[in-house]
Nanobody, 127 residues
Framework: QVHLVESGGGLVQTGDSLRLSCITS????????MGWFRQAPGKEREFVAA???????DYGDSMRGRIVISRDNAQNTVYLQMDSLKPEDTAVYYC?????????????????????WGQGAQVTIFS
């Protein structure tokens, strides 16, 4: 079993920045595809970003250009740097890991393609 724990959420103003962190248990973190999704009340879970073991990345359209996903394999941690935050970014942000093999050139962007999930971190942006 792989456990993921997010941190770094909070309440900030429009235009502010936040950095989410997700520490992952286990010895095989460096082989996982890691991702971030978000879910606002009454909405479906939405792809935000993903990163392969190689460091290649993909971003969802809603936050593209305002976020950067990165990973530190020595620390079993993935990060999501979010800048120029807007009220519509308010959501619970989930860290996720795909431990099974992923051979596609692209990255998985659907929730069902991931194996493990964190408990979520609340991010609230006020104007």
């Amino acid at each position: 079993q792989v456990h993921l724990v997010e941190s770094g959420g909070g309440l900030v103003q429009t235009g502010d920045s936040l950095r989410l962190s997700c520490i992952t248990s286990g010895d095989n973190f460096s082989t996982y595809v890691m991702g971030w999704f978000r879910q606002a009340p009454g909405k479906e879970r939405e792809f935000v970003a993903a990163i392969k073991r190689s460091g290649s990345t993909d971003y969802g359209d809603s936050m593209r250009g305002r976020i950067v996903i990165s990973r530190d394999n020595a620390q079993n941690t993935v990060y999501l740097q979010m800048d120029s935050l807007k009220p519509e970014d308010t959501a619970v942000y989930y860290c996720t890991a795909r431990a099974s093999d992923w051979a596609d050139l692209g990255l998985p962007t659907e929730p069902g393609l991931y194996d493990y999930w964190g408990q979520g971190a609340q991010v609230t942006i006020f104007s």
